[in-house]
């Protein structure tokens, strides 16, 4: 649905966006990361017509988004990164305005505005004037504008900022929900959120896309990933880690000692997440009759994967 | 321009008009402009003393009253879409950035075009005091609106530059003040002593004044119609490069 080739945006001299590739498919939701001014929403923008591209192209649905600007916007809902709504406006008028522009009218425009009150929670203030309303709420009706007419690309550039817990998790739902059958882009700086919606994930820094994969391919890319960790009382480091190498499907093995316990950290000969290795040496200590009370494969943590590809300010200047 | 397109600017003119009525800046605005009107008209016009049955004690003052009211009016059409970040959402929209343009000014047109309605009392005074030419009046209101069009598409221009509806207006009145002034026949009397013909009819050229005067004397001429039509046109279009250069930047 939606194709990205090439994409390159200069902002005078600088680079903002630089050579992004990637496609979309329907029935896909991706989650857009990336540190702040990574290039995310400038990309987007250039996704949704807002800005052209300096170079490189963007098609949604067959429609060159430069060429055929009109067609493709047809397909999409965007929420910017901002949530702008027309403040003098009542919640109501604002998504019945958005409906028209949308080619929807009279009783269509009612049931469409009436379908997104229902799936944005907007019951309460749907006569209340846009500037009245508290950040969440605005958001709310930024979103609802964006699904109005029932778009099969959708581009959200940060959907769930400044939502109390309760909507993030409904807001959540309802892109899982929409998942099904369009297509998603979304920007988010919550990493949980990638493993809770996104079917895939695409890290971007600096206007590069550095990371490309579904969020346990991700998670996998941790240095710790498919490693088991096993507490166990009583017992002599040395031994523990020479009977833990000797098994078939552990590589590297370390232990520490802490307060009496035996720490140790087998990492898979293999880097494969699965549960093999941890059954073996679940195995093995019940014959060596060893007393644990911690065994767990690590699945990787996607917040250290991000910090490790990204780096942070302060390492970008040293270098 | 098909059905669709119509349809969309029309969605767009009734969303400004909406803004405009939900604000209290609309009934401020007209009471000014209708109380500016009597107050020029009738005490600065002399239009007792005069003792004629026509408006041009009304109808001069215009090109003055809407140099400032205009560009009051207008500033905020773009400019606010720009500070407050809707200009994403409207140019993401599926429609043309002309179908915008088009939409916004007949908004507002048509809002001063209801302002300038409301002065009907004027015309039903003198209508009660004398016997006018009732075409000269008509032509004289189809002047005036032209003139609020051809400064309001100037408005459109300039607030589509900047998202600071002060710098907006300031501009504008600046751009209008010398359409004004370029053939004002006090200014034109001075540069006739130094400047070469040629030149002051050029200067003139681009002033509203002239084409204002012929609909105040009741003359429906093609070319000043034209002449505002193509100020019009041509501020308008340059608003859509604008618009452009904004998004390329
Ligand atoms: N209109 C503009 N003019 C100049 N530079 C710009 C413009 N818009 C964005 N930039 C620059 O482009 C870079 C990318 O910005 P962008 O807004 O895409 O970042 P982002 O990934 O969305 O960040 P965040 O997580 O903070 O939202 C930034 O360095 C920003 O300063
Ligand atoms: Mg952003």
Redesign the interface.
């Given at each position: 649905m939606i194709t990205v080739e090439d994409l390159v945006k200069d902002?005078g001299p600088k680079r903002a966006v630089n050579r992004v590739s990637f496609t979309v498919q329907r029935g896909e939701i991706l989650g857009f990361l990336g540190p702040n001014g990574a290039g995310k929403s400038t990309t987007m923008?250039m996704i949704?017509?807002?800005?052209?591209p300096t170079h490189g192209k963007v098609v949604v649905g067959g429609h060159d988004v430069n060429e055929a600007p009109?067609?493709a916007?047809?397909l999409?809902g965007?929420l910017?990164e901002?949530a702008?709504?027309?403040?003098?406006?009542t919640v109501h008028?604002f998504l019945s305005?958005?409906a028209?522009?949308?080619?929807l009218?009279g009783s269509a425009r009612e049931e469409a505005v009436r379908r997104v009150v229902g799936m944005c929670f907007l019951e309460n203030v749907l006569h209340q004037?846009v500037d009245t309303l508290s950040k969440g709420y605005r958001h709310r009706t930024?979103l609802a504008?964006s699904i109005i007419h029932d778009p099969q690309v959708l581009v959200l550039d940060e959907p769930t900022d400044g939502l109390d817990p309760n909507q993030k998790h409904e807001i959540r739902q309802l892109l899982k929900r929409f998942g099904r059958d369009k297509a998603i882009i979304f920007s988010t700086h919550i990493l949980e959120e990638v493993d809770a919606v996104c079917s895939r994930a695409i890290i971007i820094d600096r206007g590069q896309v550095v990371a490309n994969g579904t969020p346990a391919e991700l998670r996998a890319r941790h240095e710790l990933a498919g490693s088991v960790t096993l507490r166990v009382q009583a017992a002599a480091a040395e031994t523990v880690r020479g009977r833990l190498s000797s098994l078939g499907t552990a590589g590297k093995v370390t232990v520490s000692t802490d307060s009496g316990t035996v720490l140790a950290r087998i990492f898979p000969r293999d880097k494969t997440v699965n549960g093999d290795l941890a059954r073996s040496v679940a195995e093995l200590a019940g014959k060596e009759g060893w007393r644990f009370d911690e065994l767990r494969t690590e699945e990787g943590r996607l917040d250290d994967v991000f910090r490790a590809i990204t780096q942070p300010d302060t390492r970008r200047q040293g270098a | 321009m098909t059905s669709e397109s119509l349809r969309n600017i029309w969605t767009i003119t009734k969303r400004e008009l909406v803004g405009y009525f939900n604000s209290p800046v609309a009934y401020v605005f007209i009471v000014i402009f209708l109380l500016m009107n009597g107050f020029f008209t009738f005490m600065l016009g002399n239009y007792f003393q005069r003792g004629e049955a026509n408006l041009n004690s009304f109808f001069m003052w215009h090109p003055w009253l809407y140099l400032f009211l205009v560009p009051a009016a207008g500033m905020r059409l773009w400019s606010e879409e720009r500070r407050v970040g809707t200009l994403e959402l409207l140019l993401t929209m599926p429609i043309s950035a002309w179908q915008a343009i088009i939409g916004k000014f007949l908004a507002c047109w048509l809002f001063l075009a209801l302002a300038l309605a409301l002065t009907f009392p004027v015309v039903l005074t003198t209508m009660y005091l004398g016997d006018p030419d009732l075409g000269s009046i008509v032509a004289g209101y189809v002047g005036s609106l032209l003139l609020a069009g051809a400064y309001l598409a100037v408005t459109v221009m300039t607030s589509a530059m900047t998202r600071n509806q002060v710098i907006s207006f300031i501009l504008s009145v600046v751009i209008c003040f010398f359409l004004i002034l370029a053939g004002w026949e006090p200014v034109t009397e001075l540069m006739v002593r130094w400047a070469p013909d040629w030149l002051v009819t050029t200067v003139a050229s681009f002033s509203v004044m002239p084409h204002f005067a012929q609909f105040q004397r009741g003359v429906l001429d093609f070319r000043d119609i034209l002449f505002f039509g193509s100020v019009i046109g041509f501020c308008l279009f340059c608003t859509s490069v604008v618009l452009r250069g904004l998004r390329g930047a």
């Open positions: 902002f923008r949704t017509g807002f800005i052209p009109i067609e916007k047809r999409i965007y910017p901002s702008p709504c027309y403040s003098d406006m008028g305005f958005a028209e522009m949308r080619g009218h004037s930024c504008q | -």
